[in-house]
């Protein structure tokens, strides 16, 4: 399968990029990792006339700690958080999205900002940065702002990205003392789609949940934030029976469609299910 | 519209110059422009790993890199295994010596994936070695004996005796 003719320039700096963004508006889209991009102009989904491959602009590939933020460059290849220590010490809930992102291969390409920039509910990271409320800095020719990611996503492969516009950073706000967070999702076969995946990064203080994030994967039209199901837990004193209750409201609460992974009352069924092991691998995490 | 560019890339050691659409995919390039068809290409939606090759060391699937992507890059192929005295390379050494192929469709893929996990991770566990290989698919399901020939590899790499090349049979 070949792509529709296109053409192409791999400028060196960002405001090179931004410029030939601004040149061709909606006819171009922004090369990253390339492994949603590429495999959809393949399938003819997408005929974009013009890419600007971001690959050769130096600086957008870091995982850092720095005032109060984990921050993580836009051209982060997955395979650069399996391998940094700090990740897996500090930050365990994203091996367990990178891990099961695709294949070895796909993670060597893939890249954060690009997972999160799709905008598919289907992608995985989306969920982990919904439980972690992570700023996401979309950078123009006017300079950089900062979108918090409850604002990010709008709609099926639609996000607060705008024409001529590059998402370049994503900014964690680093945990409090007594957190801990967990990812996992279903998927029938390595490189699928999740059938559901649920992320949750909770804190502990004295026995009482000071903080909760819970974000689903797949399960919705576009990434969700299970609200009440947080509800339920902030605040309280983490019991079985809250935890029951969590995950029934984000089983009642996401909108799954019927497809060849599953009907929605299995995916419903599953999100509860997730949930609530989520929760306990997050309070097992706690540290 | 679109343009033809020319780009420089250095395939299995060998500077190649090539005049490429944009559009051209990386597997492209290799098999009809270098004429190298080691690499393969098997579902062509980067599911099965067939056209696996190593872009500036790392193991990526080909069909879902543009060439253009690869100028003035490193790209190492199955013809490019074989040690400097032609003698054949530990990873395909163990594959011959392990029965680790039927049809070979898979293997030079097979074969890339796994000389980037020994080079990262030079002694890998049974599950590592199936986990860093499940972007690989081999549909006569030789699976256990690649495993056992990445082993044997990861063996020979590290100067330790070699494990028994009995074949596995399920």
Known sequence: MIPAAFDYAAPATLNE????????GDEAKVLAG??????????RFASPGYLVDINNIPGLSYIKEEGGFLKVGALTREVMLEDSEMIHTKYPIFIDASKLIADAQVRNMGTIGGNIAHGDAANDHP??????????????EGGARTVPIDEFFFGFYSTAVQPGEILTEIKIPIPAKGSGGAYHKLE??????????????LTIDKGTCTYIGIGLTNVNAIPLRAKRAEDVLKGNKITDALIEQAAQFAAEDCSPSTD???????????????????????????? | MQMEKEITVTINGEAKK?????????VHLIREDFNMTGT???????????????????????CTILAIQADGKKVSTVEGLLNADGTLAAIQEAFKENHALHCGFCTPGMMMRATELLQKNPNPSE????????????????????????????????????????????
């Open chain 1, 17 to 24: 990029a931004l410029a030939l963004l601004k040149k061709h």
């Open chain 1, 34 to 43: 390339g492994h949603s991009l590429i495999p959809m102009m393949k399938l």
């Open chain 1, 127 to 140: 969920a982990v940065m919904l439980a972690l409320r992570a700023e996401v800095v979309i950078t123009g």
């Open chain 1, 188 to 201: 029938r076969k390595v490189g699928d789609y999740a059938t559901a995946g649920v992320a949750v990064q």
């Open chain 1, 260 to 287: 060849l992974r599953g009907d929605i009352e299995y995916k419903k069924a599953l999100v509860k299910v997730l949930v609530k092991r989520m929760i306990h691998k997050a309070m097992d995490r706690v540290k």
């Open chain 2, 18 to 26: 090539a005049k490429v659409e944009p559009r051209l995919l990386l």
């Open chain 2, 40 to 62: 393969h290409i098997g579902c062509d939606t980067t599911h099965c790993g067939a056209c696996t090759v190593l872009l500036d060391g790392k193991s990526v699937k080909s």
């Open chain 2, 127 to 170: 599950d590592e070695i199936r986990w860093g290989i499940s972007g690989n698919l081999c549909r006569c399901t030789g699976y256990n004996n690649i495993v056992k020939a990445i082993q044997y590899a990861s063996a020979k790499i590290r100067g330790e005796a070699l494990p028994s090349t009995e074949p596995i049979f399920v």
